[in-house]
């Protein structure tokens, strides 16, 4: 399965927009990109997904260029309760496939202050 | 709403038990997985299955097995606890046919061993 790469940390203050990338040289034709936020205490919480172009829901939006070898996770006007850690995660869909090496790698853990 | 429950938020085990985790959910999914969390690792799946009585290996099976005698329930087996094996663990479940998307994780079990 494709590696993913993200910044290890970010800080925003409310009502900012945050944007945080992830690196997937090596995605595959039939990989997904998928994001989950995970809160302190918790398991993570599935939050948008996407295959190319831009994909948007209540939550956030999903850029994703043409060669999909990246893609930004974009939170508009975030609050406090935004603090958590992103996990971008690559893999593909379909029965029972790819669930070998399905690894969230170590997140991005964003702060956002007053 | 999907809900994945673990049998112990927080749980203490010396060295050489027998650990069992367990894992249910009431939405008829048929994928489950275990995944453990470590700092600066991220989540590393453990194992997964695909139906009742199947099972399939994930990226760090060593030291752990599992059971799924029903299709609700979901068990890690640590036949013989080690220090190493202290972690956060999460389990999760999902519909078919989504291929690795879409998870839904239960809050966690913190084991420490002694």
């Known amino acids: 399965l494709a590696k993913t790469t993200q910044p290890i940390s970010m800080d925003s203050y409310e009502g900012q927009e945050v944007n945080i990338t992830c690196s997937h040289n090596?995605?595959?034709?039939?990989?997904?990109i998928t994001w989950y936020q995970q809160f302190p205490s918790q398991g993570p919480r599935f939050i948008i997904q996407?295959?190319?172009t831009k994909v948007t829901n209540e939550v956030a939006s999903l850029f994703i260029p043409a060669d999909r070898k990246s893609s930004t996770l974009s939170l508009p006007r975030v609050s406090l309760s935004d603090t958590a850690v992103y996990y971008c995660?690559?893999?593909?869909?379909?029965?029972?496939?790819?669930?070998?090496?399905?690894?969230f790698g170590t997140g991005t853990r964003l702060l956002v202050s007053p | 709403d999907v809900k994945v429950t673990q049998s112990s938020r927080y749980l203490v085990k010396r060295t050489g038990e027998k650990v069992f985790l367990e894992c249910v959910q009431d939405?008829?999914?048929?994928?489950m997985f275990w995944y453990r969390q470590d700092p600066g690792l991220g989540l590393r799946l453990i194992y997964f299955?695909?139906?009742?009585?199947?099972?399939e290996k994930g990226d760090i099976p060593e030291g752990y097995s599992v059971s799924r005698e029903k299709k609700e329930r979901f068990s890690l087996i640590l036949e013989s606890a080690s220090t190493n094996q202290t972690s956060m663990y999460l389990c999760?479940?999902?519909?078919?046919?989504?291929?690795?998307?879409?998870?839904?994780f239960g809050p966690g079990t913190r084991l420490t061993v002694l």
């Open positions: 939405m008829d999914h048929e994928n």
């Open positions: 999760a479940s999902s519909f078919p046919g989504q291929g690795a998307d879409e998870q839904f």
């Open positions: 299955s695909y139906d009742v009585k199947m099972k």
């Open positions: 996407g295959y190319k």
């Open positions: 090596n995605i595959a034709t039939n990989d997904y």
């Open positions: 995660l690559v893999a593909p869909r379909g029965m029972n496939t790819g669930f070998q090496k399905l690894v």
